[in-house]
């Protein structure tokens, strides 16, 4: 737990919102800002900066991500025309919440190369 961490204080409730999935590992919630039609967060409880800071202990709720979005992705009847899982990891990757968290985006066709 980080004490002025946002997502921290989503996570652990001193901030309420809707959670449309919490267990002992993760939380996800949707984005304040959406940027598709479905546009979630799935947070690890624990506090981890980015991909850059993460050490073995944390990949169990890494795995629990993954798993998370897959059942997001079938709950919002995405799941057959494709979603896009993004996690910007520092400066350059546009990276704005120093607490790792993977984005769950669909409901649109998506451009490759991203900006
Ligand atoms: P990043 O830019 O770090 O990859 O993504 C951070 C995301 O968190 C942004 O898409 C932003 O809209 C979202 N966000 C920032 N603050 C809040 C908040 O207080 N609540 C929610 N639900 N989303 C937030
Ligand atoms: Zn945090």
Not at 93 to 103: E, I, M, P, S, Y
Request: proline letters at 7%; one cysteine or more; charged letters at 20%.
């Amino acid at each position: 737990m980080s004490t002025d961490c946002i997502f921290c204080k989503l996570a652990d409730g001193r901030i309420p919102t809707q959670f449309l999935h919490e267990d002992d590992l993760v939380v996800a919630f949707k984005d304040t800002n959406p940027q598709a039609p479905v546009h979630y967060l799935i947070v690890p409880r624990a506090h981890v900066a980015s991909v850059a800071a993460l050490e073995t202990q944390h990949l169990p709720a890494v795995a629990r991500c993954l798993e998370v979005a897959q059942r997001l992705a079938r709950e919002a009847k995405v799941e057959r025309r494709g979603f896009r899982l993004v996690v910007n990891t520092g400066q350059d990757a546009g990276q704005t919440v120093d607490h790792l968290h993977v984005h769950l985006l669909a409901g649109r066709p998506m451009e490759w190369p991203p900006g």
